[in-house]
């Protein structure tokens, strides 16, 4: 019923950018909070950063910062600009998703399939 996909992955130097997006599309009322986590191999997956329909944001220690997540409601589309990229940031970035459907049903946790993120000289 809801559908979401990232894009905006990609291979970086240490020190550059990049800009993630995500976009939910389907049969949606609200858009009440979107989200970005990463996951490498052997690891559980982590969380980055938040934003809600309030447009109130939360991040991960270890992005705060370098990273500023922000949402175009009309679109129902959340950005991840990532400056000042480690190393350690190299990892699967997925979206989540909460939304209410028309019959207003809360529908949490629809998980995008995903975008490499690589941070490599």
């Known amino acids: 019923q809801v559908q979401v996909v990232e894009s905006g992955g990609g291979l970086v130097q240490p020190g550059g950018s990049l800009r993630l997006s995500c976009s939910a599309s389907?049969?949606?009322?609200?858009?009440?909070?979107m989200g970005w986590y990463r996951q490498v191999p052997g690891k559980e997956r982590e969380f980055v950063a938040s934003i809600s329909m309030g447009v109130i944001t939360n991040y991960a220690d270890s992005v705060k910062g370098r990273f500023t997540i922000s949402r175009d409601n009309a679109k129902n589309t959340v950005y991840l600009q990532m400056n000042g990229l480690k190393p350690e940031d190299t990892a699967v970035y997925y979206c989540k998703v909460d939304a209410t459907l028309p019959w207003g049903t809360v529908l949490r946790g629809t998980w995008g399939p995903g975008t490499q993120v690589t941070v490599s000289s």
């Open positions: 389907g049969n949606i009322r609200t858009i009440d909070a």
